[in-house]
């Protein structure tokens, strides 16, 4: 192997080092870095160099110190590297910009019914172009732009042929590459929405991820690991609530997407989710019936779900800041159904609210560049 290879290879591992140690442990001086990493001092300042050039890195205020030099600990710039989510749903595209920190610098929603049709596409691209010009965001320091949308995908390249989509009929990736004129990763919103609450929130724990938003879709977070299951896992939209019920997209009928999701709420409402809620706290009374068998079947949902998987259960997508709102009323229906007692404190609502599944699309970029 050539030598000058071998030793920029290291240079870059070492730097790798230090970013990611930064990123896990907040800022340290030079000499805490050095016994951390086993490296020596002059080594670390000639990194600490080359990361400042780059802008990764810089120094922060001096410490306290009794007595001597005080010591300036080293920082990671969250701003210099930026990644942007864009979460794909039936009747909006939402658009976060997100640093390393990592924190929403900026997010957008903007109404857009899906089609799948290139000019559909083409209008995405335009309004990430636009998003990025009224961010000022300076290309070279954007990491990725990650897409989420409400479909099965594996391994956040392609839609299984043999999967239907559930809501994205005729989803065709082959389209977004040709609009976007190069491969687009593509995740799954539920997955992606979880590792928002996992990455974003800094929530390690096991956890069930039960996503609201125009179907019903899930993740699973056990060993602290995104469970992926062989091709796609945690479809809680298709659990059957209730026999011979509503039809589903799916073909079945009774399933929880077909009761809980916002479609299914507007389609029974006959108005827009924000017009429901500012009638059903007028007082509206066929409202109220309405929501009354959303929180029942949405309490049998996550009852079931913790009887299996004996975790918290974290409500998120766009339906989560309503829930919200009703959280004691859903707790209460959940503490009723639960055979072990009359505890439901392990219902939550995630994080980022409707923006979780953009969140998450953007911190993959953070994540690789970070690891
Ligand atoms: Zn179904």
Not at 143 to 152: C, D, E, I, K, T
Not at 227 to 238: C, I, T, V
């Amino acid at each position: 192997m050539n030598r000058a290879a071998t030793n920029k290879e290291v240079r870059i591992n070492n730097q790798k080092n230090i970013v990611n140690t930064l990123f896990r442990y907040g800022p340290m001086t030079k000499q805490e870095l050095s016994v951390r990493l086993n490296l020596s001092l002059p080594t670390i300042s000639v990194i600490y160099k080359d990361l400042a050039a780059k802008g990764l890195v810089a120094h922060g205020e001096k410490l306290e110190s009794t007595g001597g030099r005080r010591p300036s600990p080293i920082m990671l710039v969250f701003d210099a590297r930026l990644s942007i989510g864009v979460g794909i749903s039936t009747n909006h595209v939402r658009l976060v910009l997100v640093n390393l920190g990592p924190t929403i610098l900026n997010a957008q929603k903007h109404t857009l019914t899906y089609s799948g049709t290139v000019e559909y596409w083409q209008k995405v691209k335009q309004l990430i172009h636009n998003f990025i010009e009224e961010n000022k965001v300076d290309q070279s320091i954007l990491l990725g732009v990650g897409f989420s949308v409400q479909a099965p995908i594996k391994s956040g390249a392609a839609v299984l042929p043999s999967s239907r989509p559930v809501d994205m009929t005729g989803f065709e990736p082959e389209i977004l590459n040709q609009v976007f004129e190069g491969p687009v990763a593509i995740y799954n919103n539920a997955k992606m929405a979880c590792l928002a609450q996992v990455w974003g929130a800094g929530e390690e724990d096991d956890m069930v991820y039960l996503m609201l938003s125009g179907g019903v879709g899930g993740a699973i977070i056990t060993d602290h690991r995104l469970l992926r299951g062989e091709s796609k896992n945690a479809e809680f939209g298709h659990m059957i609530v209730r026999e011979n019920g509503r039809p589903c997209s799916c073909g079945q009928r009774g399933c929880l997407g077909a009761y809980c999701s916002t479609r299914a709420l507007q389609e029974r409402a006959g108005v827009t989710i924000e017009d429901f809620f500012k009638e059903l706290e007028a007082g509206n009374p066929s409202f109220h019936s309405i929501w009354d068998e959303y929180l029942d079947v949405l309490a049998l949902a996550v009852r079931n779900l913790y009887m299996i998987f004996d975790t918290d259960i974290i409500i998120g997508g766009e339906m989560s800041e309503h829930v919200a709102a009703y959280l004691d009323q859903l707790r209460q229906r959940v503490a009723r159904l639960n055979p072990f007692g009359s505890q439901s404190g392990f219902v939550r609502i995630g994080s980022f609210g409707e923006y979780d599944s953009a969140f998450g699309a953007a911190l993959l970029h953070n994540d690789r560049f970070l690891s």
